[in-house]
């Protein structure tokens, strides 16, 4: 499985932006799937989680409130929509899945089976 990230870029502080995700040779529904960022000189970290049936997600305290994760089976595609940003949130984001058995949502990294390449958001206080 293959996942392609996109929705990255420069934004001002308290702006707003979109990522996507989508896989390529699968389809994403009945997966648990999160997102994980990155900051220069720190370790990557969990941002949000959603169960395989969308019917249940998880946040990181810094980000509960401001960033909300959510799916569209239709379109095959999973989103971040990040609100109020700081330049705290700065980093680039990472989605991934969980392809292996279990339920439920999961912020563990080694969790997830499957990464995609990373796009980097900036934000500009």
């Known amino acids: 499985v293959q996942l392609v990230e996109s929705g990255g870029g420069l934004v001002q502080a308290g702006g707003s932006l979109r990522l996507s995700c989508a896989p390529s040779g699968r389809t994403f529904d009945n997966y648990p799937m999160g997102w994980f960022r990155q900051a220069p000189g720190k370790e990557r970290e969990f941002v949000a989680a959603?169960?395989?049936?969308?019917?249940?997600?998880y946040y990181a305290g810094s980000v509960k409130g401001r960033f909300t994760i959510s799916g569209d089976n239709a379109k095959n595609t999973k989103y971040l929509q990040m609100s109020s940003l700081k330049s705290e949130d700065t980093a680039v984001y990472y989605c991934?899945?969980?392809?292996?058995?279990?339920?439920?949502?999961?912020?563990?990294?080694?969790?997830?089976?499957?990464w995609g390449q990373g796009t980097q958001v900036t934000v500009s206080s």
């Open positions: 991934t899945v969980r392809t292996r058995s279990g339920a439920g949502v999961f912020t563990a990294a080694t969790s997830y089976d499957y």
């Open positions: 959603i169960n395989r049936n969308g019917g249940n997600t």
